[in-house]
């Protein structure tokens, strides 16, 4: 039994630890995938921004050419020669001023014969070759594009923390057109040619590698401190399993006993119910006898009063034991705590003056629940006379001996508290006092509390005992309202 236990928590721990790296995979593998998601998201809002800041800035160059350049171009010279030289200088004045404090590296436009009419490369002025498909795309169709040049590789921009200037480049292609057509119906304008700028966004593409950074180095710190913790805890993790096995064992056998105990007390039941009916009329015929030779005969009427008196309570130890041992279902009645404390008071009253003792009642009709009159009526019953034998044992020492019973409703919840000025639940005692014959009484059986609790606990309530702030004990019960 105890190798196939042992066995069994062996296959659970290993499949526990299964459980952990693999969750520890999969952590690192989201962690991974989100760090790729975000910084990919992040480079696309950052190059579609560099893209709308580039396109205003072709319209702006466009706007500048064409009213610092090309008009007055054409109302001075009749036409556009950039062959002379006085020409060109004005167009280069236009775009260098324009461009100025924008990152602007090259200025490139292309004539109809895709040749570059204007450079601020002057070496490439009148080059042909250079002129890709997206400038003939633009001269064609008259349509803007944009193409992102990069240096560094995929992995190469997370490791270089001081990139060169152009490292990442953004090249702009749109079409050169007149603002105001001189050609009828054609409100757009013709294009005279193609206007090509690269800009330099490097510190730009920088701050998103920087975000990706971040995120790469919370991902591999998190699951680094994940592997951390999984160590420790699988690592605890067998010592536990090994105390666990332990103290399943020392469960088990005190499973065994405590099976033992049951039967016991099963038996002890059956003895108890065979003697309780020739009990009852032993005791019933001592009271009578007594009755009798009361005034008779003193002598015999002593004997009879000890027979009665011990077999009174032989029957009280008897219906404890089968009231434990069997307890029965409590019936779902509706309940008013506040009349089964005045039954029980009354019940208690001639032994409350007989002791000295002042009851206190703080309670009022209508504090109704669900449960057994009877059953309940036995629980507060208990809980009094064992109030009033605590400050009987110790009358020398309680000066005001004092019993306060009160009752509140809050909301949905009853709460029922019964206080006395006696010497208190001893701490050390305190955690057994609920245990079945555990007592400390010299002539008790040790299931007053145990019984009250089991009451309690069959009509779902709660049960706890303490001592009072002023002194003596406190039991109080709280019950669901009806």
């Known amino acids: 039994?105890?190798?196939?236990?042992?066995?069994?928590?062996?296959?659970?721990?290993?499949?526990?630890?299964?459980?952990?790296?693999?969750?520890?995979?999969?952590?690192?593998?989201?962690?991974?995938?989100?760090?790729?998601?975000?910084?990919?998201?992040?480079?696309?809002?950052?190059?579609?921004?560099?893209?709308?800041?580039?396109?205003?800035?072709?319209?702006?160059?466009?706007?500048?050419?064409?009213?610092?350049?090309?008009?007055?171009?054409?109302?001075?010279?009749?036409?556009?020669?950039?062959?002379?030289?006085?020409?060109?200088?004005?167009?280069?004045?236009?775009?260098?001023?324009?461009?100025?404090?924008f990152h602007v590296s090259e200025v490139r436009i292309y004539d109809h014969d895709k040749r570059v009419s204007y450079s601020t490369d002057k070496e490439l002025?009148?080059?042909?070759?250079?002129?890709?498909?997206?400038?003939?795309?633009?001269?064609?169709?008259?349509?803007?594009?944009?193409?992102?040049?990069?240096?560094?590789g995929m992995f190469g921009g997370i490791f270089d923390f001081s990139p060169k200037p152009d490292t990442v480049t953004l090249k702009t292609i749109y079409p050169l057109r007149t603002e105001r057509s001189?050609?009828?119906?054609?409100?757009?304008?013709?294009?005279?040619?193609?206007?090509?700028?690269?800009?330099?966004?490097?510190?730009?593409?920088?701050k998103v590698v920087d975000f990706q950074r971040i995120i790469i180095a919370t991902s591999l710190m998190s699951s680094f401190l994940l592997f951390v913790m999984l160590r420790i805890i699988i690592s605890r993790a067998g010592r536990i399993n090994a105390q666990r096995i332990a103290d399943r064992e020392r469960l088990e056998r005190e499973l065994q006993q405590q099976e033992k105990l049951a039967g016991m007390g099963r038996m002890v039941a059956g003895i108890a119910h065979e003697i309780r009916n020739p009990l009852g009329i032993i005791r019933s015929t001592a009271e009578l006898l007594l009755k009798r030779a009361k005034d008779a005969d003193?002598?015999?009427?002593?004997?009879?009063?000890?027979?009665?008196?011990?077999?009174?309570?032989?029957?009280?130890?008897?219906?404890?034991?089968?009231?434990?041992?069997?307890?029965?279902?409590?019936?779902?009645?509706?309940?008013?705590?506040?009349?089964?404390?005045?039954?029980?008071?009354?019940?208690?009253?001639?032994?409350?003056?007989?002791?000295?003792?002042?009851?206190?009642?703080?309670?009022?009709?209508?504090?109704?629940?669900?449960?057994?009159?009877?059953?309940?009526?036995?629980a507060v019953y208990n809980v009094l006379s064992n109030a009033l034998d605590a400050m009987a044992e110790d009358k020398e020492k309680v000066r005001d001996p004092a019993l306060a019973v009160a009752a509140t409703r809050d909301g949905d919840e009853l709460t029922l508290t019964i206080a006395d000025t006696g010497p208190g639940f001893c701490p050390d005692n305190k955690d057994r006092v609920l245990d079945p014959f555990f007592t400390t009484k010299d002539a008790g059986t040790g299931l007053g509390l145990a019984i009250v609790r089991t009451i309690v606990e069959s009509h779902n309530a709660a049960l706890a005992l303490d001592n009072a702030p002023e002194g003596g004990a406190r039991v109080t019960m709280t019950f669901t309202a009806a």
Request: charged content about 25%; glycine content about 6%.
């Open 1 to 101: 039994m105890t190798t196939k236990l042992r066995k069994d928590d062996d296959q659970s721990l290993g499949f526990v630890k299964f459980l952990s790296w693999s969750s520890l995979a999969l952590i690192l593998l989201v962690n991974l995938f989100l760090s790729i998601f975000l910084s990919n998201y992040a480079r696309q809002d950052v190059l579609a921004k560099q893209k709308e800041f580039a396109l205003l800035l072709a319209e702006n160059l466009n706007h500048q050419i064409y009213q610092r350049f090309t008009l007055p171009t054409v109302i001075g010279f009749g036409r556009v020669e950039l062959s002379q030289p006085a020409q060109y200088d004005r167009l280069d004045k236009t775009v260098l001023s324009t461009i100025h404090s």
């Open 125 to 152: 002025v009148g080059q042909s070759g250079y002129a890709g498909a997206a400038i003939l795309e633009a001269l064609e169709q008259g349509t803007s594009s944009f193409q992102v040049v990069t240096r560094a």
């Open 182 to 206: 001189l050609v009828p119906g054609n409100p757009q304008g013709f294009i005279m040619g193609v206007l090509e700028f690269t800009q330099d966004i490097t510190d730009d593409y920088q």
């Open 298 to 378: 003193p002598a015999n009427a002593r004997l009879l009063s000890a027979i009665f008196d011990e077999s009174k309570r032989l029957s009280k130890t008897v219906g404890d034991f089968l009231d434990y041992a069997r307890p029965k279902n409590p019936r779902q009645d509706e309940v008013d705590l506040a009349l089964i404390c005045d039954q029980a008071l009354t019940f208690l009253e001639a032994k409350c003056e007989e002791l000295g003792i002042v009851v206190s009642r703080d309670y009022a009709p209508g504090l109704t629940v669900r449960g057994d009159k009877d059953l309940l009526y036995r």
